[in-house]
């Protein structure tokens, strides 16, 4: 986002903070990667450069998905690979859904 977006649209964190009415620490923060981009975030940043809180959403997910899976990588590598029949991860999914 600071690489992007803030040159994107000509400004600096303490004016994006301003538009967003957060905090500029707040802000710092995420842009760091010490925060997390809330829902609450992602709908501000979608009013505020016209993408959508989805994106902003799945993008924080990707994040701490990478994140754990680097932290966690020597737990996962003793962890048995089993696979689930297809049949039963679509009989999961209906029921989820239900």
Known sequence: MREHVLPGL???VSQAARDLVVTRQTLHRILA???AITTEMALRLEKFC???SQFWLDRQHQ????RTKSDLASVLSRIPSRQLVDTVVR??????AE
Request: net charge negative; proline share 0%.
């Open 10 to 12: 000509n400004l600096s």
């Open 33 to 35: 990667g010490n925060a």
């Open 50 to 52: 016209g993408v959508s």
């Open 63 to 66: 994040y701490e998905l990478q």
């Open 91 to 96: 009989k999961m999914g209906a029921s989820d």
